[in-house]
C-alpha cells in the first residue's frame, strides 16, 4: 500500500555553505530514529569528497523519515538535497518540482547569503511553501531578529514564526518537524489508479545495482516488476528493485502519487537515464510526457590532457567510468601537437569541468592540463557551408571564413544596491548588453544578454569577488548572433602553445592578449635564458612581454656532508619537472595553464 | 676501459663532528644540539676510536687537513681537541703543511681557549662573525655582539698562522647599500680568507617555520640576491680576496685547504655525529654516514662502531657528485677525470648549448661555470646530470 497523500511532506533544505544544512539533515533523521545511534555518521547526505571540500552538492541526495506528529498521525517525510550551483541550475528546479516545500536555514548570526538567495527564488517559483529557520541561535553572536527581518527585507517572505533552532546541540528541532507537517502543503491529491506519470529526479550508477534511478510520483502508481517507458528518451525497463531510501535503501511493493523513491531495473549507463524525464508505464501509460524536460547539453569544451603520456591510457579509463555517471559530460579524443593525446570534454559550466577535473586527479591520481575553456562557435565559411568550432585550435584560416558566430546568454543577476555599480561594470567589460534592471526589496536584478565565451571562464569568480558573495546569478542559453571573433594566438619562446590558444572579441584582443602574457609571465619559472611571452592574431602580434632571464639559483654552503644532500635534491628537481611540459626549450608549470586565463579586473 | 680513480688530486682529508651548541641559531640545519653540559672524556675517546678504526680501513696516507666543524667546536676543551689530534697522528702521516682548523665563535669566553688549541695543534680557525651589525646579529640569534667579535679576532690574529671568517649577507630588510658598506668593513678587517654565505631558509629551521607562516619578512629577492652576490664578487676581487669557490674567498694559497678536498672531490674520512666521508679502497669509492643523534652516535663508537652506512658510490654517482662539488671552484673540474667517471654526466652537446649560453667554458682541459653560471649552478648542474 503506498501512503496516503495527505500524510506525505515532501521538501528541500536551502541553505549557504556552513549554515547548518547538513547538520539540520542529520538532526531530523536521528531525532525520528531513522537510523539507529550507532550508525549515525556525521553529515550523511554528502557522498562525495569533492562536496563535502567545496560545501557543495552536486548530485541529489534523499532521505524518507518517518515523524508522529503531535496530531496523532505518523508523517512520512521527504527531504531531497539539491545541488547548489548556477552550473547545475537545471537539475536544481527539477529537485525543487519534485518537492512542494522549503525549509530556508540561514545562520542567525551571519544572515542570507548569495547562494542561499540563487536557490530560494528557484524554490519561490517553483511554488514552494517556505519555512524559515534560524540555525546556531545559542552563539553569542546570533541575532535571530535582525536575520529575520532581513529575510523579510530582502527575500520578500513572512519570517515572522521562523524556528530557533542549533542544529548542532539539537535545540529546536522537534519544532522544526512540527513545522513541516503543519506549514508544509501535503501533495496534491493525484489519483493513484491513473496512468503512471514519474518525474526522474536524479540517477546515479551502483556497482551491484546498476543504474539506481531516484522518481517522485505525480500520478498513478509504480510497482516492483512494472515494465517501465521513459517518455523522453525511449528507454524501456522492468522494475527490478523499488524502494526508498531511510537513509539506507528498503524495499517497497509500490510507490503513489506524491511518493519519492528509486528503482532499479538493469540499466546500463547514467547515460541512458535524463534528469526531468517520465517515466510511465509501458502498458495503458500516460500520453503526455511532465513539462519542463530539457535535454541537458554540455555549454563549455576544452581539452583534457595527461601531463605524463604514459597515463593517456589510464585516463582514458577514468574518463569512461565517469562519464557512465554523468550524462551532461562528453568527451572526444584530441590529438594537439604540443600535448600529444588526450580528450576534447563537454561540460554544464566551469564548475562542472572543476569537479570532473578534480575527481580524475584525485580518484584516478592523473596529473592533468586544462586547456583554455571554448564554448561552440558557428562558422559560416565563404563557399556556404557551416561549421561548428568546439575548439579554438581547429580555426580554418580567416580567408576561408565569412563570419562568425557566438552563443549568447541571457543572465539574470540579483546584488543588493550598493554592488550594482560594480556589477554593471564588469558586465559591461563582458560585452553584456543590459536588457532590464528593477529593484526587488532593496535588491536589484539586471538582466543581461551576455557573450557565454565571456561568462565561461571566470564571471562567476569575479562576480561573487565583487559582490563579496551577495549576487545570485541565473542564465539561459538564448541562440546565436555575429560578432567579430578571431582566434589568438600565444607563443612562448616564439612557439605557439596550443592549449593556450581562444577565442576573442576583436575589440577585446589587445587587452586579453596583454593580461595574458602578464599572468604568464608570473606563472613560468625564470629559464636560464629570457623567454619572449607573445600574444598573435594571425601572426601578427598584439602584446608581448619578456620573462627575464633566472639570475640566481645557486646553494651557498655545500661541503663534504651535503654532498649526498644536494644529490637527492637534484633527484627530486628532475622527478619535479616531470610536472611541466616542455614546450621547445620552456617548461611550463600544470597549474599555469588554467590560471593565465583568469582575469582579475 | 676506465682507469683508476684520481683522488689524489683532491687530497685527503679528516673531518670531526662536535655536534653541541649553547643555542640553537634559527638559519642553521646543521646537526647541532643544544645540552647543559658535556662530559667530554667519553667523547675524545670515542673520537679517537672512531679515526683508528678508519685508519684500519684506509691505512697508509698522508693527511693534508683535519677540520673540526658543527655544532660548536669551540665549546670543545683543549685536550679533547689534542686527543682527537694525537688519534690522527698515530693513523696517519701528517703533512708538513698540514692544515687544522677549527671552526669558534667569537667571543671572549672561546678566545680564552684559543692557546690551547694552538698548543693542542690547530694552525687555523674560522670565526662565526655572521654580521658586522648589531640588530642583525639578534636576528640571527647569535650570543656575541659586533665589538666581542672582533675582540676574538684580534686574539686569533695572534694566536694562529691563519684566521678566517664568516658573514651571512642577503639579511632580511638590507639593501644593496647596506651591504656594501659592511662588506667593506669586513674587508678591512679579513687577512687571509672569507666567507660570505647568502641567507638561505632551509627546512628544519625556525626561520623556515616563519616563513611558512609568512612571517619571515623583507628577504631579498631574486634580482637583489643577485645584484649583491655580483658587487661582493667585484669588491672581494678589488680587495685581493677574489672568489675561489661560490661563497669562498682568499688570496692564491690561501684557500681552505681543507675544503678544497671535498670541492676537488678527493678522499676525507668523517668522524662524529651525522660526519659523512668520501674515500677509496682498492679504486671503489665508499659513502659513510655516522649516526646522527648524539646519544646514539657514542655508545654504538665506544662499542666499536659509529657508521650508521657505508655504501659504494657507482660511478656515474661519483660523476654527479664530482660535478657538483667542482663546478663550484673557479678552477672548475677536469673534464677527462669526469668522464672518466661516467660519459653519460656532462655531455659534450650540452656543454656546448650552456657555452654558447656563457655559463660555462673550458680551458685547458677543466670545465668552469663564468660567474654568469657559478649564480645560477645549480640549474646548470640540472642540466649536465642525465
Known amino acids: 500500500m503506498s501512503t496516503p497523500q495527505h ?15 547538513s547538520t539540520l539533515a542529520d538532526r531530523l533523521i536521528q531525532l525520528t530514529g531513522t537510523v539507529a545511534e550507532r550508525d549515525m555518521k556525521a553529515q550523511l547526505l554528502d557522498a562525495m569528497d569533492i562536496e563535502r571540500e567545496r560545501g557543495i552538492t552536486i548530485k541529489a541526495n534523499t ?10 498521525n505518523t508523517y512520512v517525510l521527504n527531504l531531497i538535497d539539491t545541488p547548489g550551483h548556477v552550473d547545475f541550475a537545471y537539475e536544481v528546479s527539477r529537485s525543487m518540482r519534485a518537492v512542494e516545500g522549503s525549509l530556508l536555514v540561514v545562520d542567525a548570526s551571519q544572515g542570507v547569503e548569495a547562494q542561499t538567495l540563487a536557490n530560494v527564488y528557484t524554490a519561490i ?17 546570533a541575532e535571530p531578529e535582525r536575520v529575520a527581518e532581513q529575510i523579510e527585507d530582502v527575500i520578500g517572505i513572512d519570517a515572522s514564526n521562523a524556528c530557533l533552532i542549533s542544529a548542532k546541540t539539537g535545540i529546536g528541532i522537534p519544532d522544526v518537524l512540527e513545522a513541516i507537517v503543519t506549514r508544509l502543503p501535503a501533495p496534491p491529491e493525484k489519483d493513484a489508479n491513473a496512468p503512471l506519470k514519474a518525474m526522474l529526479i536524479d540517477s546515479w550508477y551502483d556497482p551491484y545495482l546498476g543504474v539506481v534511478v531516484l522518481i517522485r510520483v505525480m500520478e498513478g502508481t509504480i510497482r516492483k516488476g512494472d515494465n517501465i517507458r521513459m517518455m523522453r528518451t525511449g528507454g524501456k525497463y522492468g522494475v527490478d528493485k523499488l524502494g526508498v531510501f531511510r537513509p539506507q535503501m528498503q524495499d517497497v511493493a509500490e510507490l503513489g502519487p506524491g511518493e519519492i523513491g528509486f528503482f532499479t531495473g538493469s540499466i546500463k549507463q547514467v547515460r541512458d537515464t535524463r534528469v526531468g524525464d517520465t517515466i510511465t508505464t509501458e502498458k495503458k501509460g500516460a500520453e503526455t510526457p511532465l513539462p519542463g524536460f530539457k535535454p541537458s547539453i554540455p555549454v563549455v569544451f576544452c581539452g583534457l590532457f595527461p601531463v605524463d603520456a604514459n597515463d593517456f591510457e589510464d585516463m582514458r579509463d577514468a574518463i569512461e567510468k565517469l562519464a557512465l555517471n554523468d550524462a551532461s559530460f562528453t568527451y572526444e579524443m584530441e590529438t594537439s601537437a604540443a600535448l600529444g593525446f588526450g580528450f576534447r570534454c563537454g561540460f554544464l559550466g566551469l564548475l562542472h569541468l572543476e569537479v570532473i577535473r578534480d575527481r580524475l586527479e584525485r580518484e584516478y591520481d592523473i596529473d592533468l592540463i586544462t586547456t583554455a575553456p571554448s564554448v561552440i562557435y558557428h562558422l559560416y565559411m565563404k563557399d556556404g557551408e557551416r561549421r561548428d568550432l568546439h575548439n579554438p585550435a581547429d580555426m580554418p584560416d580567416l580567408t576561408y571564413v565569412d563570419h562568425v558566430e557566438e552563443p549568447r546568454i541571457k543572465a539574470t543577476i540579483m546584488v543588493p544596491d550598493e554592488y ?13 548588453i543590459q536588457l532590464d534592471l528593477t529593484y526587488v526589496g532593496g535588491r536589484a536584478m539586471a538582466v543581461y544578454d551576455l557573450p557565454l565565451n565571456e561568462v565561461v571562464f571566470d564571471f562567476y569568480d569575479r562576480l561573487k569577488s565583487v559582490t563579496k558573495g551577495y549576487a545570485s546569478f541565473d542564465y539561459q542559453l538564448e541562440g546565436y548572433r555575429e560578432d567579430n571573433l578571431v582566434k589568438m594566438q600565444i607563443l612562448v619562446n616564439d612557439e605557439p602553445v596550443d592549449a593556450l590558444s581562444m577565442m576573442v572579441h576583436r575589440d577585446r584582443a589587445e587587452m586579453r592578449g596583454r593580461a595574458m602574457c602578464e599572468k604568464l609571465k608570473d606563472l613560468i619559472p625564470r629559464h636560464m635564458f629570457k623567454i619572449p611571452i607573445q600574444a598573435a592574431i594571425g601572426g601578427k602580434v598584439i602584446a608581448r612581454e619578456t620573462l627575464s632571464a633566472m639570475r640566481k639559483d645557486v646553494t651557498a654552503k655545500c661541503y663534504g656532508g651535503d654532498a649526498t644532500r644536494k644529490k637527492k635534491l637534484l633527484e627530486k628537481q628532475k622527478a619535479g619537472k616531470k610536472k611541466m611540459r616542455q614546450f621547445g626549450k620552456v617548461e611550463i608549470p600544470q597549474e599555469a595553464f588554467i590560471s593565465a586565463l583568469k582575469m582579475d579586473n | ?183 667593506g668593513e669586513a674587508l678591512e678587517m679579513a687577512v687571509d680568507h672569507l666567507s660570505l654565505y647568502q641567507l638561505t631558509v632551509e627546512p628544519g629551521t625556525a626561520f623556515w617555520d616563519r616563513a611558512q607562516k609568512g612571517r619571515l619578512k623583507g628577504l631579498p629577492t631574486e634580482d637583489l640576491g643577485a645584484d649583491m652576490y655580483e658587487l661582493t664578487q667585484e669588491l672581494c676581487a678589488g680587495a685581493g680576496m677574489p672568489a675561489y669557490e661560490v661563497s669562498n674567498h682568499a688570496p692564491a694559497g690561501s684557500e681552505s685547504r681543507h675544503n678544497l678536498v671535498y670541492w676537488r672531490y678527493g678522499d676525507w674520512i668523517g668522524v662524529g655525529p651525522g660526519a659523512h666521508g668520501r674515500f677509496s679502497v682498492h679504486n671503489t669509492r665508499y659513502e659513510t654516514i655516522a649516526h646522527r643523534m648524539p646519544g646514539v652516535w657514542l655508545p654504538a663508537a665506544q662499542a666499536g662502531n659509529g657508521d650508521l652506512s657505508r655504501d659504494v658510490v657507482p660511478m656515474e ?36 648549448e650552456l657555452t654558447r649560453m656563457g655559463l660555462l667554458r ?13 649564480m645560477v649552478l645549480n640549474s646548470v648542474i640540472e642540466k649536465l646530470v642525465p
Open chain 1, 420 to 432: 550594482l555599480g560594480d556589477v554593471l561594470k564588469l558586465c559591461q567589460d563582458r560585452r553584456g
Open chain 1, 125 to 141: 517559483e517553483a511554488d514552494h511553501e517556505i519555512v524559515p529557520v534560524l540555525n546556531k541561535v545559542d552563539l553569542p553572536a
Open chain 2, 1 to 183: 676501459m676506465t682507469q683508476p680513480e684520481n683522488w689524489q688530486t683532491g687530497g685527503f682529508g679528516l673531518y670531526v663532528h662536535w655536534p653541541f651548541c649553547e643555542a640553537k641559531c634559527p638559519y642553521c640545519d646543521f646537526n647541532s644540539h643544544v645540552v647543559a653540559s658535556v662530559d667530554q672524556r667519553p667523547w675524545a675517546e670515542a673520537l679517537a676510536a672512531e679515526i683508528r678504526r678508519y685508519a684500519e680501513a684506509v691505512p697508509g696516507r698522508v693527511l693534508t687537513s683535519i677540520f673540526f666543524g658543527g655544532g660548536t667546536p669551540s665549546l670543545m676543551a683543549p685536550e679533547t681537541v689534542a686527543t682527537v689530534i694525537g688519534a690522527a697522528r698515530g693513523s696517519w702521516t701528517f703533512a708538513n703543511d698540514i692544515e687544522i682548523t677549527l671552526e669558534a665563535n667569537p667571543r671572549s669566553v672561546e678566545a680564552a681557549r684559543f692557546e690551547g688549541y694552538a698548543r693542542a695543534g690547530v694552525n687555523r680557525v674560522s670565526l662565526g662573525v655572521q654580521s658586522l651589525r648589531e640588530d642583525d646579529l639578534r636576528k640571527l640569534g647569535r650570543l656575541h655582539d659586533v665589538k666581542e667579535a672582533q675582540a676574538a679576532f684580534g686574539i686569533a690574529r695572534e694566536v694562529f698562522d691563519r684566521v678566517s671568517f664568516d658573514l651571512i649577507y642577503a639579511r632580511q630588510g638590507q639593501n644593496l647599500r647596506d651591504w656594501e658598506e659592511e662588506l
Open chain 2, 362 to 374: 673550458i680551458s685547458s682541459h677543466q670545465l668552469k661555470a663564468t660567474l654568469e653560471g657559478r
Open chain 2, 317 to 352: 654517482d661519483q660523476a654527479i657528485e664530482y660535478l657538483i662539488m667542482g663546478l663550484r671552484l673557479s678552477e672548475g673540474v677536469d673534464l677527462e677525470r669526469l668522464h672518466n667517471m661516467s660519459r653519460s654526466v656532462a655531455p659534450d652537446a650540452v656543454i656546448e
Open chain 1, 63 to 72: 532521505v524518507r523519515i518517518d515523524y508522529p506528529a503531535k496530531d496523532g
Open chain 1, 7 to 21: 500524510l506525505i511532506r515532501n521538501f528541500s533544505i536551502v541553505a549557504h555553505i556552513d549554515h547548518g544544512k
